[in-house]
């Protein structure tokens, strides 16, 4: 296994890192095996989110003795100083541990980043936080573009979260950027949301691209820990036979894949499409339709109250069908038993 520093934080962590939102479907007793096969296989990053539902505490529970060989990474939806203070309290009890080496805030869009820098804004936990030895660093996670770029531009983050794989590449520049001002960069998301079939082939792909801090797919067994772990030490070259795959894979999903980019807003009636499409992704691809249709549920407006004005598709830089892709994406989300 290859390790790199984390940005300036002085951690070092493996390129190979654990996505913890799978853990949503498997018990206590796969954890551990998976933790445990995480350290077999010198994986020494674990990355986990107070939204997983049961994640933290399933990992609180598996590390236990051994929580000191990792970089502990987890994050918050909160938006203000008392949400995010309450929440690295919960996550701090959930991941039996008095400290937490990464925290971070968790894929604000550009108005509510701005709520959590103002005055009484979720920074302030934080910085709270790190000063009483709660919380080692500060990071950001995001979807789009314009949350990323402006969070290279923010003296306070340490670490950027950010979607790239094979068809997620509109971060490239960015993520250089990440290397240039040594901001530790996380990809997220390396099978696209579970397009990708190969683990190998993903994982290969962004450890390919040196600006790459670590790369964080989501496992829930052993197995997936020991195919990645594998792919990660693999330092040849992609062969001739892998990029012609990624190009095939790159032709078939190309017409039909939500980047995530946000491009396609304001739309008129105020849908959030790329949320639309990543719990649509969540539900044929995760085996997490329970969880899938209950964010879809937090949504204030759903899919179906689309009134087919096109405004979306005319900026959608992928020329995406949004309004036929989100009608099938509600009925898919609707169609789950509650
Ligand atoms: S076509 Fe539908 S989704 Fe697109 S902007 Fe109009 S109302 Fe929103
Ligand atoms: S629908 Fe198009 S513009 Fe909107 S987020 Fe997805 S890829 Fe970007």
């Known amino acids: ?80 100083k008392e949400e995010m203070a309450r929440d690295i309290g919960i996550s701090l009890g959930n991941l039996r541990t008095d400290y937490i080496d990464l925290y971070q805030v968790h894929n604000p869009n550009m108005e509510q980043l701005e709520t959590v820098i103002a005055p009484g804004g979720a920074l302030e936990a934080l910085f709270e936080a790190r000063e009483a030895g709660k919380i080692g660093h500060i990071g950001i996670t995001a979807h789009s573009p314009e949350v990323f770029k402006k969070a290279l531009e923010l003296p306070w983050v340490e670490t950027i979260m950010f979607p790239y794989n094979v068809v997620e590449n509109q971060g490239e520049e960015f993520i250089r950027a990440c290397q240039e001002k040594k901001i530790g960069f996380i990809a997220m998301k390396p099978m696209a949301g579970g397009n990708i079939e190969s683990g190998s082939l993903a994982v290969r792909f962004i450890l390919d691209n040196p600006a790459v801090t670590v790369a964080i797919p989501g496992m829930a067994a052993v197995s997936e820990v020991e195919e990645n772990a594998a792919a990660a030490g693999d330092h040849s070259p992609l062969t001739d036979e892998e990029k012609a795959q990624i190009q095939k894979i790159r032709q078939e999903l190309g017409s039909q894949f939500c980047r995530r980019c946000n491009y396609c807003a304001p739309c008129t009636v105020g849908i959030s499409i790329p949320n639309v499409f990543l719990f649509a992704g969540y539900l044929r691809r995760y085996d997490l339709a329970g969880w899938a249709r209950s964010r879809y549920d937090s949504q204030a407006v759903k899919a179906d109250a689309c009134v087919e004005c096109g405004e979306c598709e005319s900026r959608c830089p992928y020329q995406l069908p949004i309004r036929e892709m989100l009608k099938k994406a509600h009925e898919e989300l609707m169609a789950v038993k509650k």
């Open 1 to 80: 296994m290859e390790y790199r520093e984390l940005g300036k934080t002085g951690l070092k962590v493996s390129r190979l890192g654990f996505g913890g939102l799978p853990l949503q479907r498997v018990d206590e007793e796969e954890t551990k095996k998976i933790v445990k096969s995480l350290l077999e296989n010198g994986v020494n990053f674990i990355d986990t989110a107070r939204g997983y539902t049961v994640s933290e505490g399933l990992l609180g529970e598996a590390l236990e003795g051994v929580r000191d060989r990792f970089v502990l990474a987890t994050k918050s939806m909160a938006r203000t």
